[in-house]
């Protein structure tokens, strides 16, 4: 069997990053596929948050290495300041220092044939392109987003930076694999040298695995007054997801006597920012129907999503080229999905292609306002359409890791391996 060395920032224990379950899942099913991984990955203190109940997913087969690294905003600053130079690209810099040498050991020790790095964090990356110039294997380059935007980073020097790696990775690696389709557009319009052939489409997706056990989805019931249970699960970023206009839509419903507590309930599980948001909802009046809930196990979050009578899934127009990786959960759920995302985007292409979603640009307030009470009475009522099965199903995770092994395995075979 071959072997892959695979470089990832998020891996367990790290919590709080979709990222994790990417490569987690990777690392379980390549070996089926025929690949052997061993995962390079970042020492547990540097992450914000940690869930150990993670570790036990690992595979025992799994060689994993935790290589030295520090955050500079939490080990290197002094009264909340750092220079910038120890923090490029990224806060996570010094995990190259400790990762580089680290590599090179696992490559003496497992002979890997491929190496394979995952953006975000930027720094993985740089640790791919060091390896793969001192060892000349061959290398893969896995973007779970674009790494540079016109405006991103919004810092010039980071961006230079972050554009710097870019350019060495579509140079450099034999393949790149992005998670959306119009991500590969931008990277073939942005560098017009990069050939088709050398961009692989796996998007993220559920593991079937990880529902096992689980308790039966419950349904609503028309003829019990409850409120419904409108559910969105994981980070609401400021920006990329500015809720602002939902909260907005809501307050207005609220005073119109549309929607109320009696009626009403959307849980934000584990949204970030939490301060701000509880700030905005007392201001509009809605924190009695709009509630900011702690994070929690995996497991427990998707027995959420299975108990909610809908879902909420958000993504602003600045991320049209991106998809959330709940989104993939949320369909295998199989729930009434509410899509704040804008109609141009990768995130509204997939729910109008799997079915199951009313669909309303995030920042459209007025037309928040006029689809949501039509989509909780068809909720109710059981007649909102559901995902269909058979399309999501092309999103198990054991699926994506035999398109990661091909890949694998075509690089292997060009760069004169077998």
């Excluded at 056990?213 to 028309?222: F, I, T, V």
């Excluded at 039509?374 to 199903?393: E, I």
């Amino acid at each position: 069997m071959n072997t892959a060395l695979m470089i990832a920032f998020h891996y367990p224990p790290c919590s709080g990053s979709s990222g994790v379950h990417r490569t987690l899942k990777f690392s379980h099913y390549l070996q089926a596929a025929g690949w052997q991984p061993v995962v390079l990955t970042a020492h547990p203190r540097v992450y914000e948050r940690t869930a150990e109940s993670q570790l036990s997913e690992i595979p025992p087969s799994v060689p994993v290495h935790r290589a030295f690294a520090l955050d500079a905003s939490r080990h290197l600053s002094l009264r909340g300041a750092f220079p910038r130079s120890i923090a490029l690209p990224d806060r996570w810099a010094t995990w190259w220092l400790g990762a580089v040498p680290a590599g090179l050991r696992l490559i003496r020790r497992h002979r890997p044939r491929v190496i394979w790095s995952t953006y975000p964090i930027a720094t993985a990356h740089l640790i791919g392109l060091t390896l793969h110039r001192l060892t000349g294997l061959p290398w893969v380059a896995d973007f779970r987003d674009p790494m540079t935007e016109d405006d991103y980073p919004p810092d010039a020097l980071r961006r230079r930076v972050y554009r710097w790696i870019e350019r060495q990775a579509v140079a450099r690696a034999s393949r790149l694999v992005f998670v959306a389709e119009s991500a590969v557009d931008l990277y073939m319009k942005r560098y017009p040298g990069l050939a088709r052939e050398r961009c692989q489409l796996i998007p993220n997706g559920y593991d079937e695995s990880d529902f096992r056990g689980l308790a039966p989805a419950l349904s609503p019931n028309g003829h019990v007054e409850r409120p419904l249970r409108l559910l969105h699960a994981g980070l609401i970023y400021q920006e990329e997801r500015d809720p602002r206009p939902f909260f907005r839509s809501l307050s207005r419903l609220k005073r119109d006597g549309r929607v109320s507590r009696q009626t009403l309930r959307i849980d934000l599980r584990a949204a970030g920012s939490e301060p701000v948001y509880a700030s905005i909802l007392r201001e509009l009046d809605i924190d009695d129907i709009v509630h900011l809930l702690p994070s929690i196990p995996y497991r427990q979050v998707l027995q959420e999503c299975l108990d909610a009578d809908a879902l909420v899934l958000m993504q602003g127009a600045w991320c049209n080229n991106q998809i959330p990786a709940k989104a993939y959960e949320y369909l295998r759920v199989g729930k009434p999905i509410l899509g704040l995302a804008s109609e141009a985007g990768d995130t509204a292409a997939l729910l109008r292609r799997t079915g199951g979603a009313t669909l309303v640009d995030l920042d459209d307030e007025a037309g928040i306002c006029a689809a949501l009470p039509d989509f909780l009475r068809r909720v109710r009522a059981r007649s909102h359409p559901l995902p269909d099965s058979a399309q999501v199903v092309s999103y198990a995770r054991d699926r994506q890791a035999v398109v990661l092994a091909e890949t694998l395995t075509q690089v292997l075979r060009a760069s004169g391996g077998r």
